[in-house]
């Protein structure tokens, strides 16, 4: 039996209280599997512990099938959480902190409905980069954007998150209703005072007077979020059906380790998530660029490394001795952009990581981690580098990453094999690669030439460009393991 089909259970935890007894004080907006094994789950232990109406209702703005097999269950659903030690079974934890959970598809009058009570004062999210239509390198809102755009041609009746947090917030001050707190969990620079951003300049199209109302009564603290978990697929599901004895078609898999540092900045209340773990701070951003620059930036870049080598999952990389090696060179890279942080020791934050990385019992598939890389390669890979470039330090690795992920971008194995791209530009990705794919020098020019894509310290300057051209000449001549 492989290691994803084990189902011996070493231990199994019922939830621990009474869901019924405590009302909903929190809107998530995009409860997908990384909601439900984090943030859903610092509440599920608050709620064992402390009480209060502080369960969630989800909102699942793109499909159908959560709030399908999640209210099936009245909310509830198994988080399994698989040892990083080879041989040892999985936890199996029943979470009741979910309520309920509304699709966006089938309306969203009664997502405002759930926004614009007064019990609810959060409105949390994880919708990823792109989902907030908001241009990352300027913090204004991208007006091209097809969702702003719709949005704001119908802002009573929005079906976007900026839309809708903007009208239900336009709604209770009407009302006179307490605002919420809004509160963003997705792996964003600043994510706090980029919704923030967002969302004010859209009340600003719509009404000043609401814009100026939200900009001294609402609160958008920043968060920093952490916790590997892999999509779940049809194995996975068939083991918790095994080991339950029934289907959970919400169920989701992680590892142990999880981490939660949020900017202590709410306007209405807050769970006492601290008594769950999470780390309270006034500023969350040296917690945020760690992460960002160590996990996130060495997760692209193996990601990129390993797909193109073959690696199906990021186990498969680590056990790699050339991807390895690779890997921990770019933490140490990474570590030596960032400022001291107390209580903090990079070198031993790098090698965690690379022991979560290599945890046998995840199967975390590389093209899961590639996809939007114009959304994210900015803040992980090539801030970092200008600072890097600015100290005259070896931008190698950064360039290595860079170059391994244009070649990704190409949408093509060495055999010639398609494979989808799922890039929010990569239309226009395609375009230069029509142009100049088949030469290397043109491809970086043109690519780093691309609006709003690298910082102008990056894109502007020559000794980045001829790193990344040499290593995708190798890397298209002999493959990446060849390359490294």
């Known amino acids: 039996m492989s290691l994803q089909m084990r189902v011996t259970i070493m231990h199994s935890e019922p939830c621990a209280y009474d869901p019924s007894a405590s009302d909903v004080g929190i809107v998530h907006i995009g409860i997908g599997a990384f909601h439900r094994?984090?943030?859903?789950?610092?509440?599920?232990?608050?709620?064992?512990?402390?009480?209060?109406?502080?369960?969630?209702?989800?909102?699942?703005?793109?499909?159908?099938?959560?709030?399908?097999?999640?209210?099936?269950?009245?909310?509830?659903?198994?988080?399994?959480?698989?040892?990083?030690?080879?041989?040892?079974?999985?936890?199996?934890?029943?979470?009741?902190?979910?309520?309920?959970?509304?699709?966006?598809?089938?309306?969203?009058?009664?997502?405002?409905?759930?926004?614009?009570?007064?019990?609810?004062?959060?409105?949390?999210?994880?919708?990823?980069?792109?989902?907030?239509?908001?241009?990352?390198?300027?913090?204004?809102?991208?007006?091209?954007?097809?969702?702003?755009?719709?949005?704001?041609?119908?802002?009573?009746?929005?079906?976007?998150?900026?839309?809708?947090?903007?009208?239900?917030?336009?709604?209770?001050?009407?009302?006179?209703?307490?605002?919420?707190?809004?509160?963003?969990?997705?792996?964003?620079?600043?994510?706090?005072?980029?919704?923030?951003?967002?969302?004010?300049?859209?009340?600003?199209?719509?009404?000043?007077?609401?814009?100026?109302w939200i900009s001294v009564h609402v609160?958008?603290?920043?968060?920093?979020?952490?916790?590997?978990?892999?999509?779940?697929?049809?194995?996975?599901?068939?083991?918790?059906?095994?080991?339950?004895?029934?289907?959970?078609?919400?169920?989701?898999?992680?590892?142990?380790?999880?981490?939660?540092?949020?900017?202590?900045?709410?306007?209405?209340?807050?769970?006492?998530?601290?008594?769950a773990g999470a780390i309270l701070v006034q500023d969350v951003e040296p917690f945020e660029k760690m992460k960002l620059r160590m996990l996130n930036g060495a997760h692209s870049m193996l990601a990129y490394a390993g797909y193109l080598s073959g690696c199906t999952y990021v186990r498969d990389v680590m056990d790699n001795p050339k991807l390895a090696k690779k890997v921990a060179a770019h933490l140490q890279a990474a570590s030596?952009?960032?400022?001291?942080?107390?209580?903090?020791?990079?070198?031993?934050?790098?090698?965690?990581?690379?022991?979560?990385?290599?945890?046998?019992?995840?199967?975390?598939?590389?093209?899961?981690i590639t996809m939007d890389g114009t959304q994210k390669m900015r803040q992980r890979i090539f801030e970092p580098a200008a600072e890097v470039l600015e100290k005259g330090g070896d931008i190698d690795t950064f360039a290595f990453a860079t170059a391994c992920w244009i070649r990704y971008a190409s949408g093509r194995h060495d055999s010639g094999t398609e494979y989808a791209l799922r890039d929010p530009r990569e239309e226009e990705l395609a375009d230069v690669y029509a142009a100049h794919g088949q030469n290397a020098e043109s491809l970086v020019k043109d690519i780093f030439a691309l609006p709003n894509l690298l910082p102008a310290a990056v894109a502007k300057s020559e000794t980045f460009a001829k790193n990344v051209t040499q290593h995708l000449q190798k890397i298209r001549a002999h493959g990446v393991l060849a390359a490294i």
């Open 37 to 212: 094994a984090h943030q859903a789950v610092y509440t599920d232990s608050v709620l064992a512990k402390n009480g209060g109406d502080w369960r969630i209702l989800g909102v699942s703005l793109r499909s159908t099938e959560v709030a399908d097999a999640m209210n099936a269950q009245e909310g509830r659903y198994t988080l399994v959480v698989r040892s990083d030690q080879r041989g040892e079974p999985p936890v199996f934890r029943e979470i009741g902190s979910v309520a309920s959970v509304l699709a966006g598809q089938r309306g969203v009058a009664p997502i405002l409905d759930a926004m614009t009570r007064p019990q609810t004062r959060i409105v949390s999210l994880t919708i990823t980069e792109k989902a907030y239509g908001v241009d990352l390198s300027t913090g204004q809102l991208n007006l091209a954007d097809p969702q702003i755009a719709k949005d704001l041609a119908n802002p009573e009746l929005p079906t976007g998150a900026i839309g809708l947090i903007t009208r239900a917030l336009a709604v209770r001050r009407a009302s006179g209703t307490a605002p919420f707190t809004v509160l963003s969990c997705d792996n964003l620079p600043n994510n706090g005072a980029l919704v923030r951003a967002g969302v004010l300049e859209f009340a600003h199209r719509v009404d000043p007077d609401l814009a100026s």
């Open 219 to 275: 609160r958008f603290p920043s968060t920093m979020v952490d916790r590997i978990t892999p999509a779940s697929s049809d194995s996975f599901f068939a083991e918790v059906e095994q080991a339950l004895g029934h289907p959970d078609l919400a169920a989701v898999e992680t590892e142990p380790f999880s981490q939660w540092v949020i900017e202590d900045d709410f306007c209405n209340g807050r769970p006492a998530w601290e008594d």
């Open 336 to 368: 030596e952009t960032l400022t001291p942080l107390e209580g903090v020791d990079f070198n031993n934050y790098a090698a965690e990581l690379i022991k979560r990385f290599g945890n046998p019992n995840i199967a975390h598939e590389t093209y899961q």
